[in-house]
């Protein structure tokens, strides 16, 4: 019913412009910004190496096709990663949280 879900960005303006526009169409209760994390990874047959931010999104399972559409129509990237992860469990009241925050 809870999902986390990653995504990367070129910089942190990106990663706070998405960010921005997920909370205020309540497609997220919270979203954190991790700076300079690098990344290594295959991209048309080759490794590549580059510095990027991680979007850490909490969200809700029924939000997560409007939230992937908001995500690809603002990102610089031709295939951006973004990942859902379940949420097994937490904290009771984060999780009600979650849920109020994500009601529309």
């Keep these: 019913m809870y999902i986390v879900v990653f995504v990367t ?4 303006d ?10 205020s169409k309540r ?3 919270c979203i954190n910004i991790l700076p300079q994390i690098e990344s290594i990874y295959w991209w048309k047959n080759k490794i590549e190496e580059s510095k990027e931010v991680l979007l850490i999104i909490k969200s809700k399972t029924a939000l997560l096709n409007e939230l992937i559409a908001e995500v690809k129509s603002l990102h610089s990237y031709e295939t951006p990663e973004i990942i859902a ?8 009241n984060y999780i009600k949280w979650l849920d109020q925050e994500t009601s529309r």
């Design 85 to 92: 992860l379940p949420i097994i469990g937490g904290h009771t």
């Design 9 to 12: 960005c070129q910089n942190v």
């Design 14 to 23: 990106e990663a706070r412009k998405i960010a921005k526009a997920l909370l």
């Design 27 to 29: 497609l997220a209760a």
